[in-house]
Nanobody, 130 residues
Framework: QVQVLEFGGGSVQAGGSLNLSCVVS????????MGWYRQAPGNQRERVAG?????????FYADSVKGRFTVFQDSSNKMLFLLMNSLKPEDTAMYYC??????????????????????WGQGTQVTVSS
């Protein structure tokens, strides 16, 4: 059974940084499509960043976080990280990690954009104060 677990959330002042981590267990797949999402109270869930590794690393970002957030994966392909810099109060949300199977970066990007990744974590809270 595949499990996704996020950790690393917390509270920080505007302009600060936080690093989130996500680990996927229970799977032996080679091609992984993973992504970060967030949901603030009263808002719909929105995509944040996506990642695909196969014949290279492919990163996808929402416009709202481009230039501030960086997504990357470790060599085991089982952990995904989100480095968040220059945080703003509007970044406050529950952050979720998701993972799924894909055999092409373009397919992965579509899965990420449509939130159709199969496995989801329980989320980790990020709070940015002004």
């Amino acid at each position: 059974q595949v499990q996704v677990l996020e950790f690393g959330g917390g509270s920080v002042q505007a302009g600060g940084s936080l690093n989130l981590s996500c680990v996927v267990s229970g799977s032996s797949w080679r091609e992984t499509c993973m992504g970060w999402y967030r949901q603030a109270p009263g808002n719909q869930r929105e995509r944040v960043a996506g990642f695909y590794r196969n014949h290279g690393d492919f990163e996808f970002y929402a416009d709202s976080v481009k230039g501030r957030f960086t997504v990357f994966q470790d060599s085991s392909n089982k952990m995904l990280f989100l480095l968040m810099n220059s945080l703003k109060p509007e970044d406050t949300a529950m952050y979720y990690c998701a993972a799924g199977w894909s055999d092409h970066w373009d397919d992965c990007r579509t899965l990420w954009m449509t939130s159709d990744l199969r496995f989801w974590g329980q989320g980790t809270q990020v709070t940015v104060s002004s």
